[in-house]
């Protein structure tokens, strides 16, 4: 072992020791991994990093520069690599334990960094991290015949850049460690800028973690302060060899333009309809429980509800029977004044309504004291009823507020809700026990997620059946992304031998 690796040990093992600031003995981390030798570049995805060096021992992932970064997590990749699928369940481990241990903790740090969303569904939403699925989702496909035996593999690329959106920031990135890494990859995420603190605390501390238990110390890379220049430097850099975005319309449209390839879970703004067949009871709780889950920050949330005329009277009886509160046509104006800033079309004439970022998550007390009414501060959700053509039907809006929309047929409310939807193919709900009428939503909206009869979360294992991501590719069309989401597919082909019978 050379002399600086020597030093380098002894360092981090003063450090660690400080960092938990106590005489009680650490556990041994293992050794530090030896500086990379530079060596060129085929594309293969192994090459070392040049700037393998001091530089990157001891920040535990968290860097100032998305290049170092980038050299740091494509080491950290190739020691993955060595150590095996055992490290990969160990990473596992230690991100599913670590999010649920310190679920109250972190989520109030991500609540008071971001004031957007509820306090208890950020502390929910990390305890969900343990269904995220990891290592054993990746099994191998086997053929065997007259000529042999073949075996298809789902392998790592490298180092995959992921982007994190301001809704759901230590969740998100807590569930795609567990996927990326799951499938044996390094990764480096650009936060969002206003929520990046809670997403560096985390990121140290699995890091930390991590290497204790692994060796391995920078597996997840993040940019300390991130901007759109260090996004670009991360696409940029050679050792990134996939994108994964999670975010709105804006990120997506960036990300593609790299040239790199991008995974992008986008935006959504989805619609429920509901019909006459359905139990309006069980329909009102559902919107209210997927609606107002984190104040509707998530991009699976209902958004807009088309109702059929002849059941939209009781469907809001219900709403206000299970904690929703309505509001009338001058408090929703009020409302909707406050929520969005309306800027002259050009040319057309029509003003464009942009929701205003300060009602985003906010809560619906708040919502209502900007439409002139007080209430108290456990309010679930606003509604009112609106056309289909309203700010709050057309904008995916993030606010816990519901625009109920009456539709005279079931043509009508399938229509308008593929308008609403936007061609965003992410998600659509219907309350109705009518399966033609099912199948026709679902055959028009072609969405990633259709729930029938529950609320949105089902769609991702909560309260359905299923498996859990934060990171839902709609526009790339990957679907909810899983560890097999981030793996090449390679085939090994044994010729005439091996098969026994
Ligand atoms: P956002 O688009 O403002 O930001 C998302 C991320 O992209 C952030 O890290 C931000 O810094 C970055 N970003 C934004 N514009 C960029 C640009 N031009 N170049 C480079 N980076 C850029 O979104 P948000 O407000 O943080 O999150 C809400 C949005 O994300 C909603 O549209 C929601 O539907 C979507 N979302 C989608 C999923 C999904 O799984 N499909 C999950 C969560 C959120």
Redesign the pocket.
Known sequence: MSAVNESLIRDVVAEVLGRLGSAAPAPQPAPAPAPAAPAASCGCGTKKSSAANVSLRGKYGVFQDANEACAAAQEAFLQLREKGIAARRKIEEIVKTLAEKNAEPWGKLEFEETKIGRLDHKIAKLGLIKLVPGVDWLRPDARSGDHGITLEEYTPFGVVGA??????SIP?LSGNIVNIAAAGNAMVF??????AKCAAVAVRAYNEAIYRETGIENIACIIEK?T?DS??ALCKNEFIRLLL???????????MQTGKRAI??????PPVFVDDTCCPTRAAKAIISGGAFDNN????GEKEVFVLDNTADKLMQKLSENGAVKLNEAQLERLTKAAFTFKEGQGGGCAHASVNRDF?GKDASVLAQAAGINLPPGTQMLFAETDAKHPFVDE?Q?MPFMPIVRVKSVEEGIAESLKAEHGYK?TAIIHSHDVENITAMARALDTTLFVKNGASPAGLGLGGEGYL??????PTGEGI?NPRTFTRVRRCVMVDNLRIY
């Open positions: 982007i994190t959106p301001s809704t759901h998100t650009n936060a969002h800028p206003s929520a991130p759109l996004f670009a975005v999670t975010g709105g319309p804006m990120v997506v449209k960036a990300a992008c879970a986008g935006p959504g703004n920050l998530l991009c699976i985003i995916e993030m992410h991501s934060f990171s839902i590719a709609t992304t």
